[in-house]
């Protein structure tokens, strides 16, 4: 008899987001409503065919229902909608706008701890070419957003910074030393990203080593692909605090961090929609979580925007594919605790009062 936990249970259960990018989380419903706006407007600097080409897009992406929890977006749409994101997120005044509705949309799905990612972004006017909007005013927005909600809301809310090896290492040092700035600011680590077909991180040495100085935590995308030849490196010589996707693993090297142990952010829909795995099945979630029932993993989203995912809802691909119980997925949630970057005593104290007075309620 199948002991699989619904969709209704786990959108109950309190959750913990530590692979989240803030640009990939945009509402659909604001993507459309942007570009509405844009082509209404008596200046924009797309053309009203393209505008036109793209809210349809939007429109049919929409209208497309989400089915057995699992995306029914395809890699070129995705890739499609990032595009139209990056030129939507302009000015401050939108990147204020969709940083609040991705907390309120966490928090509605009972996520109680969330690690946001975002990489600084200096906007420049295309016509022009003069900067609109520094790194720094784009990290002072996000935070003050942060800062804000948290004042009226439950969820705490932290920030990691994304280096992307396609950008170059003066890019990322840029990037590196705004968090080492802003650490008293909700920053707390550096994500290390980026298409792994470009570059290596063997290039990105030196700033593993100042992410170390400085005491900012990392965490690294690897074996997006089975030709990443940064594995070994990530997993041995650098080691950092996470891994996110670990997907392509060699037999080898899944036995090397079953002895080793570094959490990894699992992402179902954006490894099924990347094509990582064939079918959430075949994903080594299940044999790391069988060889050692204690091993740090966390489920996440990714992008839950781009792939109309939520929180819930990976929960939910996990537990139907690997027939995991509602108390199962609660003790991988609340196990997540160990594995955030911000280990205050208050904020564990925070979380554990949280998952102990559900277990009380729920299972006791």
């Known amino acids: 008899m199948s002991k699989v936990a619904s969709l209704e249970q786990l959108k109950t259960l309190p959750k913990i987001e530590l692979h989240a990018h803030l640009s990939g989380s945009v509402r659909y419903s604001t993507i459309l409503r942007l570009l509405n706006e844009e082509l209404a407007s008596d200046y924009h600097e797309t053309s009203d065919e393209k505008l036109k080409s793209e809210i349809q897009l939007m429109e049919e992406l929409k209208s497309k229902p ?9 890699l070129t749409e995705c890739f499609q909608i990032f595009t139209i994101l990056h030129r939507l997120l302009s000015n401050l005044n939108i990147l204020e706008q969709v940083t609040n509705e991705i907390l309120h949309d966490f928090q509605s799905d009972n996520c109680v701890y969330l690690e946001l990612r975002t990489t600084p972004r200096n906007i420049f006017d295309s016509k022009t070419g003069e900067l609109k909007v520094s790194k720094e005013q784009y990290l002072k927005t996000v935070v003050n957003v942060i800062e804000s909600f948290e004042k009226e809301n439950l969820m705490k809310v932290r920030l990691i910074l994304s280096v992307d090896r396609a950008k170059g290492l003066q890019d990322g040092l840029e990037n590196v030393e705004l968090a080492k700035k802003f650490k008293s600011k909700h920053v707390i680590g550096i994500d290390f990203s980026g298409n792994p077909h470009v570059d290596s991180f063997q290039n990105y040495e030196s700033l593993f080593q ?8 990392t965490t690294v995308h690897i074996a997006e692909i089975w030709e990443d030849k940064d594995v070994d490196f990530i997993l041995k010589k650098i080691r950092p605090d996470r891994i996110g996707h670990s997907v392509c693993l060699t037999k080898e090297q899944i036995d090397y961090l079953i002895r080793n142990p570094i959490p990894i952010e699992i992402c179902p829909t954006s490894n099924l929609v990347t094509k990582c795995v064939d ?35 990976e929960y939910s691909l996990i537990s139907t594919a690997f027939n995991l119980s509602f108390k199962e997925m609660f003790d991988l949630s609340r196990r997540s605790i160990k594995c955030i970057f911000d280990q205050s005593n208050e904020l564990v104290s925070f979380l554990e009062m949280v998952f102990n007075e559900f277990e009380k309620k729920n299972f006791e």
Do not use: A, M
Request: aromatic share 16%; hydrophobic share 25%; proline share 4%.
């Open 279 to 313: 079918v959430i099945e075949n994903h080594p979630f299940y044999e790391f979580y069988t060889k050692k029932d204690t091993y740090p993993l966390v489920i996440c989203t990714d992008d839950f925007g781009i792939f109309d995912t939520s929180l819930s809802r």
């Open 210 to 217: 100042l992410c170390d100085s400085y005491e900012l935590k």
């Open 66 to 74: 989400t089915t057995n929890c699992t995306s029914h977006r395809s």
